[in-house]
């Protein structure tokens, strides 16, 4: 299997190919310049494997939660990608792949991005016998003090959540907090590594099937009134 992924939900920009069991990633903190970076890097990580586009058996893409420009891009470019080579896409929870840069002994992981406006993406999970994270809820976004957090006696958090609200979230969590990294984003490495189980699962679909998710729908509605009011 030839998979290619790519995650442009944060301010972390990275492109990832699968080949086999070798995975190689290309990744870069680039604040607003994931339209001009993710390009490159996908031709880079081709050459590098000594492929074209038209080798690839399947496409990923983190499908968010996360900022919205970010998350369109992703969205659009893989769609493109995936029709034009008429491949099947995957989409990825881009929380889901933050939550795999959890140190491996962590039983629960805690998901968090930074969202702006005082409020947070996160979901929860729980790692099963087999080593995979299963989700713990449902993905939500929200100010730190109002998340619903299972009640479990041990937490590793990830993400960028965690440098814009650690006070509360260690207040909230207390003891059970086991480590902490802020700087953690969702990488196309993580993706692909999801990607590559959910089509071994039989989970790729039409490149149109597979949706953004915001959390954030007012931001969404907002910016197309925006451009409904420009046109």
Same mark, same amino acid.
């Given at each position: ?9 944060? !301010? ?11 995975? *190689? ?8 310049? /994931?339209? =001009?970076?993710?390009?490159?890097? *996908? &031709?880079?990580? $081709? ?6 586009? /038209?080798?690839? &058996? ?7 939660? #996360? ?18 080579l &008429? ?20 039983? /629960?992981?805690?998901?968090? *991005?930074?969202?702006?406006?005082g ?12 080593? !995979?994270?299963?989700?713990? #809820?449902?993905?939500q976004?929200a100010?730190?003090?109002? $998340? ?5 006696a ?13 006070? *509360? ?13 802020? =700087? ?18 039989? !989970? ?12 954030? &729908? ?14």
């Amino acid at each position: 299997m030839k998979l290619l992924a790519i995650e442009t939900t944060t !301010e972390s920009c990275s492109a990832a190919l699968a080949l086999g069991d070798e995975l *190689i990633q290309r990744s870069e903190l680039a604040p607003r310049r /994931h339209a =001009e970076r993710i390009i490159p890097m *996908i &031709d880079e990580l $081709l050459a590098e494997a000594g492929i074209n586009r /038209h080798a690839l &058996d399947v496409l990923a893409v983190g499908r968010g939660p #996360g900022a919205f420009t970010g998350v369109r891009l992703g969205i659009s470019l893989a769609q493109g990608m995936a029709l034009g080579l &008429d491949r099947p896409l995957i989409g990825v929870s881009s929380l889901q792949a933050l939550a795999l840069a959890a140190p491996l002994e962590a039983g /629960h992981v805690l998901a968090v *991005i930074d969202a702006r406006m005082g409020e947070l993406y996160a979901a929860a999970y729980r790692r099963d016998p087999e080593g !995979e994270l299963q989700p713990l #809820g449902r993905e939500q976004v929200a100010p730190a003090a109002s $998340l619903v957090l299972p009640d479990e006696a041990e937490w590793a958090v990830v993400g960028t959540g965690w440098l814009a609200a650690g006070e *509360i979230l260690e207040s909230r969590l207390g003891p059970a907090v086991r480590s902490a990294q802020g =700087e953690r984003y969702p990488q196309a490495l993580a993706v692909a590594q999801l990607a590559a189980a959910k089509f071994l699962r039989g !989970e790729a679909m039409a490149p149109e099937l597979v949706q953004p998710v915001y959390l954030r &729908d007012k931001v969404a509605e907002t910016l197309a009134e925006r451009a409904a009011q420009r046109g």
